[in-house]
């Protein structure tokens, strides 16, 4: 039935699964056709009934063959009712969900995350190597309710270095920064509550408080930060309970919170008695950093919160969030109660990442990637008439007002027909209000195809 070649560097039971998966989709194992015993197959091509066994299992798991207790093996059927593709249209919604999982758009100009050979896929490869070797307890257990202890102590190492100094037990590790942004959310915000954000501020953030119920308040940014002005006037005459921002390299202009803003923010917060949400999750991509919010306010008024996925790999969901020790231990809870713990395999895959000696390399090597492709970028669209509202010195996203002569009201879904994905102003503004600025991510802008497409709308 099956040909098998002990000798080639393929390992047996792949031969069995990619030789009966042939067999099927070439028709010569039809709908229901009933397969060999274990036994019986393993006789045949001289190995072990192990082999067969695993072979099998990997079959049913995958969805190609089904197994009928007491009666065997037998061929799965595949028929699939056709379903003709239908493009959602181009929203908010569209942004949060569609942009993850349609193929087509494969140029993400305006994407959130890094493409996949910009990130550490060498470190994710060895990291999981070495879970293989891993004691079982590691492999098969919940995790620590506040993450895995010794990426914690890690952490507590690595924030230090920053500036931002707080013991191990002050930090919750999440799944990813955006489970964090749903705690703060959680721990801090009621329904009716009035809530200051940035404007342009982070999309998803925006959709999470409106579905909360807050009441919304865009604080314009500016190449220092939040505007200070504006901050105050909100506060004092809609009473916030917090204050949600990026501080480094802010999602999505670039800008970055400079320390005299940083100082203003802080007494403001405590004048008007709100806390900060300091969402930092581009830290790590800064080529000269920049005093955080809560390395100045020593987690009294700040929640912090940071995220691998922008350097190592979105694919861990690993992030970690500090605050002082009652809102933490509220956060604790509302964490294992929404989901129980995180990933201890992931937590610890994270740990082997920074800790494997190649680590600070790549992030080197990455910032001074994302620095040269900020800088083409800034340069291409400025020839192209597009006005930069500033010039980042790395990290992945710029801000950029499209030209008095092009008409972008559909512009988003002309560039989706082509399989370029950009993202519009309006997707960042807390009010819901029109704008002809577009967020554009460095590493993936950096592309002729993307100036080619610009270039032809604006004639």
């Given at each position: 039935?099956?040909?098998?070649?002990?000798?080639?560097?393929?390992?047996?039971?792949?031969?069995?699964?990619?030789?009966?998966i042939?067999?099927?989709?070439?028709?010569?194992?039809?709908?229901?056709?009933?397969?060999?015993?274990?036994?019986?197959?393993?006789?045949?091509?001289?190995?072990?009934?192990?082999?067969?066994?695993e072979?099998?299992?990997?079959?049913?798991?995958?969805?190609?063959?089904?197994a009928?207790?007491?009666?065997?093996?037998?061929?799965?059927?595949?028929?699939?009712?056709?379903?003709?593709?239908v493009?959602?249209?181009?929203?908010?919604?569209?942004?949060?969900?569609?942009?993850?999982?349609?193929?087509?758009?494969?140029?993400?100009?305006?994407?959130?995350w890094?493409?996949?050979?910009?990130?550490?896929?060498?470190?994710?490869?060895?990291?999981?190597?070495?879970?293989?070797?891993?004691?079982g307890?590691?492999?098969?257990?919940?995790?620590?309710?506040?993450?895995?202890?010794?990426l914690?102590?890690?952490?507590?190492?690595?924030?230090a270095?920053?500036?931002?100094?707080?013991?191990?037990?002050?930090?919750?590790?999440?799944?990813?920064?955006?489970?964090?942004?749903?705690?703060a959310?959680?721990?801090?915000?009621?329904?009716?509550?009035?809530?200051?954000?940035?404007?342009?501020?982070?999309?998803?953030?925006?959709?999470?408080?409106?579905?909360?119920?807050?009441?919304?308040?865009?604080?314009p940014?500016?190449?220092?930060?939040?505007?200070?002005?504006?901050?105050?006037q909100?506060?004092?005459?809609?009473?916030?309970?917090?204050?949600?921002?990026?501080?480094?390299?802010?999602?999505?202009?670039?800008t970055?919170?400079?320390?005299?803003?940083?100082?203003?923010?802080?007494?403001?917060?405590?004048?008007?008695?709100f806390?900060?949400?300091?969402?930092?999750?581009?830290?790590?991509?800064?080529?000269?950093?920049?005093?955080?919010?809560?390395?100045?306010?020593?987690?009294?008024?700040?929640?912090?919160?940071?995220?691998?996925?922008k350097?190592?790999?979105p694919a861990?969901?690993?992030?970690?969030?500090?605050?002082?020790?009652?809102?933490?231990?509220?956060?604790?809870?509302?964490?294992?109660?929404?989901?129980?713990?995180?990933?201890?395999?992931?937590?610890?895959?994270?740990?082997s990442?920074?800790?494997?000696?190649?680590?600070?390399t790549h992030?080197?090597?990455?910032?001074?990637?994302?620095?040269?492709?900020q800088?083409?970028?800034?340069g291409?669209?400025?020839?192209?008439g597009?006005?930069?509202?500033?010039?980042?010195?790395?990290?992945?996203?710029?801000?950029?007002?499209?030209?008095?002569?092009?008409?972008?009201?559909?512009?988003?879904?002309?560039?989706?027909?082509?399989?370029?994905?950009l993202?519009?102003g309006?997707?960042?503004?807390?009010?819901?209000?029109?704008?002809?600025?577009?967020?554009?991510?460095?590493?993936?802008?950096?592309?002729?195809?993307?100036?080619?497409?610009?270039?032809?709308?604006?004639?």
């Amino acid at each position: 039935m099956l040909q098998l070649d002990p000798s080639a560097t393929s390992p047996l039971t792949e031969q069995i699964v990619q030789g009966l998966i042939g067999k099927i989709e070439r028709g010569l194992l039809g709908e229901g056709a009933r397969l060999p015993s274990v036994r019986g197959l393993a006789q045949a091509t001289g190995v072990s009934p192990f082999t067969v066994a695993e072979a099998y299992n990997r079959l049913v798991a995958g969805g190609w063959i089904t197994a009928q207790r007491a009666r065997g093996y037998f061929v799965a059927s595949r028929q699939r009712t056709p379903v003709a593709p239908v493009r959602s249209p181009v929203d908010d919604a569209w942004l949060l969900r569609s942009v993850y999982e349609d193929a087509e758009l494969e140029l993400q100009a305006g994407g959130g995350w890094l493409p996949h050979d910009w990130l550490y896929e060498d470190g994710v490869r060895a990291a999981l190597r070495n879970l293989a070797k891993a004691p079982g307890e590691l492999l098969t257990r919940y995790g620590h309710p506040q993450g895995l202890p010794t990426l914690r102590s890690h952490l507590q190492w690595r924030l230090a270095l920053r500036g931002l100094e707080a013991p191990a037990e002050r930090i919750l590790l999440t799944h990813g920064a955006s489970q964090g942004l749903d705690l703060a959310v959680r721990l801090l915000v009621k329904p009716g509550d009035t809530v200051l954000v940035d404007s342009p501020g982070y999309s998803t953030l925006i959709a999470a408080l409106r579905l909360h119920g807050a009441k919304l308040v865009g604080i314009p940014r500016t190449l220092a930060g939040p505007d200070v002005a504006a901050v105050a006037q909100a506060a004092a005459r809609h009473q916030p309970v917090a204050l949600f921002t990026n501080s480094a390299l802010h999602n999505p202009t670039g800008t970055s919170t400079t320390a005299a803003t940083a100082h203003q923010l802080l007494k403001l917060a405590d004048r008007h008695d709100f806390h900060i949400v300091e969402d930092d999750p581009f830290a790590d991509l800064q080529l000269h950093p920049s005093p955080s919010l809560s390395s100045l306010d020593g987690l009294e008024r700040v929640i912090y919160l940071g995220s691998f996925s922008k350097t190592l790999s979105p694919a861990l969901r690993v992030g970690f969030l500090l605050a002082r020790a009652d809102l933490l231990a509220r956060a604790t809870q509302l964490k294992m109660v929404a989901g129980l713990t995180g990933s201890a395999i992931m937590e610890s895959a994270t740990l082997s990442m920074l800790t494997d000696g190649h680590h600070r390399t790549h992030l080197d090597r990455l910032r001074d990637r994302l620095g040269e492709a900020q800088a083409r970028v800034c340069g291409r669209l400025a020839e192209l008439g597009w006005q930069v509202f500033h010039q980042p010195a790395g990290g992945l996203f710029l801000w950029a007002e499209a030209p008095p002569q092009m008409d972008v009201s559909r512009l988003t879904e002309a560039a989706a027909t082509v399989g370029i994905a950009l993202a519009p102003g309006r997707f960042y503004l807390p009010d819901g209000g029109s704008s002809r600025h577009f967020r554009f991510n460095a590493a993936w802008a950096d592309n002729s195809r993307l100036y080619g497409w610009l270039a032809a709308q604006s004639s």
